[in-house]
């Protein structure tokens, strides 16, 4: 039921940016959809990303990307096969480094903890894809640079996937597209437009369609891969996920990061779990915590405590003679919801580093996400055989040997990657075989943005009583070609 698989990242820096843009271009056009995931210099105040009202929270996160940047950015295209049996998907995944050509602050927290987690800043100062940031400036909206890169995406109209993604959000549209509108109600307007098939939120679907004990990346991700290994060991009728990957040969070889997914289940001995990193994959011990960070024990034990009160269940249900209401989905004993865990997480910035922060962006009520980074194992997850990629399996032998895997394991191109494989999971679990092709991949979360400490998500639809900026309406019109000027510095 088991086996271990080799996840191909393309790093790709100022040397290659244009050895690579045609095939970027193109992974891009020919996806099913889109994951992605960024790696940041800050965030500011953790506190004020928690307000109360989301509109104050939203000029805190664009305080944080005005004054911010991004270092990394990663993308996943997910293409699915239609000639291949069940779900399979032909991925292709992509790192970014990049280097702001505007001054920007950075963090300390940020820098120490992306360089535990193997983030080279020599290759970044050194080769970093120069962008800046707001309005585009002259010619060089037209240019093969970052900024055309985001008009290539939202011109390919596919559908968007983000984990806690309404920082990454906000991000990417200050850093790649215009200056960010005063209103977040301005903002959702241009967003609605800017990416039409909808935007997808792994974290709300992991926290309310699929329903997990704990929803930051890491865990969410090798649970999807648990259950459905168990599910094709099981041999159901059912559809599941495989993943095939291309074959790179040549040059190419040079840039390719394998990120090694090794199976860690059934481990046996003391599940001495650290309760804190457990529910929300942050701990504030970091590295020094003397209990285990281990998601593939946690989900085991998450697991065993679930089987067991089944039992329990199961036997109190047979004495009574009747049937009680279901505690499946109840959530093993020291977890609470994220509802219940908003002053908490505020009290946990410090330890949030800044790289997670597009998970710890929300950097609250689960710094979790944001703390998915901290687990050091997060490439390795438990792979099933759910991964039929041929073309993966035959890669890994042929790689060379002096390319291992840099240390640490948070890098916006893997985040990427385990986002649309949650993603992938969960639209396998709600497919209809009769939907049309414009139909909602996941209608149950289609433009819904996970909120920290929010009990409903923030809907990416345009209001009444909201416009769209003009920055936005002006570049509409240059993404599908109704204009070929470009907007002057300056008129947000």
């Known amino acids: 039921m088991s086996s271990s698989m080799i996840v191909p990242v393309i790093d790709v820096q100022g040397n290659n940016f244009k050895e690579l843009w045609a095939a970027m271009v193109i992974a891009i056009k020919t996806s099913s959809f889109i994951a992605i995931d960024t790696e940041l210099s800050g965030l500011g105040s953790r506190k004020a990303l ?3 009202y ?18 990394s950015l990663g993308f996943a295209c997910y293409k699915k096969l239609d000639n291949k049996a069940d779900s399979t998907y032909l991925v292709q995944v992509y790192n970014l480094t990049l280097l702001c050509s505007e001054e920007y602050i950075i963090e300390p ?16 100062y050194a080769q970093g894809i120069s962008y800046y940031k707001g309005n585009d400036k002259g010619g060089d909206a037209h240019g093969v640079n970052m900024r055309s890169l985001f008009v290539e995406l939202l011109r390919a109209n596919k559908p968007l996937v983000v984990h806690n993604g309404l920082i990454d959000m906000v991000f990417l549209y200050q850093c790649f597209y215009a200056h960010l509108p005063d209103r977040l109600g301005t903002f959702i307007a241009d967003l609605s437009q800017m990416f039409p098939s909808g935007i997808y939120d792994t974290k709300y679907a992991t926290e309310y369609e699929l329903r997990f004990t704990a929803s930051y990346l890491e865990y969410a991700y090798k649970k999807c891969k648990l259950d459905n290994s168990k599910a094709i060991a099981g041999g159901g009728n059912g559809s599941h996920v495989f993943l095939e990957f291309c074959k790179y040969t040549g040059s190419m070889q040079s840039y390719i990061d394998y990120r090694p997914c090794l199976d ?3 481990q046996d001995g003391t599940l001495n779990i650290c309760v804190q990193f457990s529910a929300y994959g942050w701990c504030p011990n970091g590295s020094q915590c003397s209990m285990s ?28 003679g009747s049937q009680g209401p279901s505690e499946a989905c109840s959530s093993p004993q020291g977890k609470r919801s994220h509802f219940e865990e908003t002053e908490l997480d505020q009290a946990v910035p410090i330890s949030e580093p800044a790289l997670p922060e597009q998970q710890e962006k929300t950097a609250s009520s689960e710094p979790t996400d944001a703390t998915h980074a901290f687990e050091p194992g997060k490439a390795a997850s438990k792979n099933g055989n759910e991964e039929s990629q041929p073309e993966a399996s035959s890669e890994a032998p042929v790689r060379p040997k002096e390319k291992k895997a840099e240390g640490g394991t948070h890098r916006a191109g893997f985040d990427a990657f385990m986002t649309g494989y949650i993603f992938a999971y969960a639209r396998n679990l709600t497919e209809n075989t009769e939907e049309s092709s414009t139909a909602p991949l996941i209608p149950a979360c289609l433009n819904k943005l996970f909120l920290s400490g929010k009990s409903v998500p923030l809907h990416v639809a345009k209001s009444t009583f909201s416009k769209s900026s003009k920055a936005h309406v002006h570049k509409m019109d240059y993404v599908w070609g109704k204009s070929t000027a470009v907007k002057p510095e300056g008129t947000a």
């Not at 927290?109 to 970044?124: I, M, P, R």
């Open 109 to 124: 927290q940020s820098v120490q903890f992306l360089v535990q987690h193997g983030f080279d800043f020599n290759k970044q």
């Open 293 to 320: 960070h281990d998601t593939d024990l946690i989900i085991q034990h998450d697991e065993k405590i679930r089987e067991d009160k089944r039992k329990k269940r199961k036997r109190k249900n047979k004495k009574k």
């Open 264 to 266: 860690n289940q059934n």
């Open 50 to 52: 928690l307000a109360e």
């Open 54 to 71: 989301i509109e104050d929270r939203y000029k805190a996160i664009c305080h944080a990307a005005r004054t911010r940047s991004i270092l």
